[in-house]
DNA sequence: CGCGTTATAGTTATAATATAACGACCTGGC
DNA sequence: GCCAGGTCGTTATATTATAACTATAACGCG
């Protein structure tokens, strides 16, 4: 397990956690939707169509979105599914990691890193109180001081969150 | 493993996150309310009968418990309100800081700490996936690594979450 | 192909968590 | 007394999540 690969070339985890949302578009989302479909088929799992419709709603934005606006928004396109079938696939793609779960919100957002995406490594993520934008940033060290701290209490760490709400660049400086 | 038995004076700040549960007594949670009335009285907020009696809900346990669970206990015992009473006494409770939200549980359990309880200065909480035990660790240095990975990616940190889930030193211990 | 096995999805119902809106009451100060 | 602010009751509803069961799709294998 060697990233022995040093890539050079502005990949998505050079690129800022906030970049502009006129990056958001439909061209972005397909490559998105592309790479999620590569994790699946190299984990020999199976991208589904509802999973992909539910993906691409997510990877839509940038914002953070919660299971019954997916269902709102599939809904309006002509995909008229219940609750649990959208659960079902979020929790497939949780599994495949290619979204993460915001606990402070109860909601979900695309994963738009390549890396982090192991098993028990999480990165911390950072949730704008204004706009809803999430982005990632590593925390590798964060999270092993954190696994220390739990040991020092005899506690055997597991799963481990770290949540940020405040102001994404955008928001913090042109305050309208 | 074995743990030098501190056997000097058992300050609520210097014992283990995770204390036996024998030490759960109601004189122990009498304490804990005394001390969380005290908290109440010097903020010039009121220590209500609805929300002591919601404090004592949440006390009586290491473990986290959710607003309905309070809600189905006080219940048992002649006490019948609605949801939204629980709720505000919840609020109240977070805000007088004698009491933490469990983002990741959606659930409430004691501060039994009499420190860091001041604002933006929250510790980690240690999660037991197994007896639902949580406890409290400082993690002060933590939350500053974590403020400054936020600033690194020019995002403006407000509020910051940090839960671990995992084994609690007894659940580790003696699987049963 | 037909069959068994498993994963996925549909369907219905409900559980669990949380808040909105409005009125009553209580308490302190004037 | 009367107001102001905070608290609580009451009713209704919003939001998030899962249980239980049925039906179908995908895949391997003889």
């Given at each position: 397990m060697s990233e022995t690969q040093a890539p050079h070339k502005p990949d998505a985890n050079l690129?800022?956690?906030?970049?502009?949302?006129?990056?958001?578009t439909a061209k972005k989302v397909a490559q998105t939707v592309e790479r999620a479909a590569k994790v699946f088929a190299d984990r020999n799992l199976r991208f589904t169509k509802l999973r992909q419709q539910v993906f691409e709603e997510i990877a839509a934005t940038h914002a953070s979105i919660g299971a019954y606006e997916i269902l709102a928004r599939l809904g309006e396109k002509g995909t008229r599914v219940a609750p649990i079938s959208i659960y079902r696939a979020i929790d497939a793609l949780l599994d495949a990691g290619v979204i993460h779960r915001l606990e402070s919100k109860n909601a979900f957002f695309a994963c738009?890193?390549?890396?982090?995406?192991?098993?028990?490594k999480r990165p911390i993520f950072l949730s704008c109180e204004k706009c809803g934008a999430v982005g990632e940033v590593d925390g590798q060290h964060i999270f092993d001081l954190i696994g220390e701290a739990a040991k020092s209490a005899k506690f055997t760490p597991r799963v481990k969150f770290v949540e940020v709400q405040g102001l994404c660049p955008r928001c913090a400086g042109g305050d309208s």
């Open positions: 690129r800022s956690p906030f970049p502009n949302p006129d990056q958001q738009r890193r390549t890396d982090h995406m192991s098993k028990g």
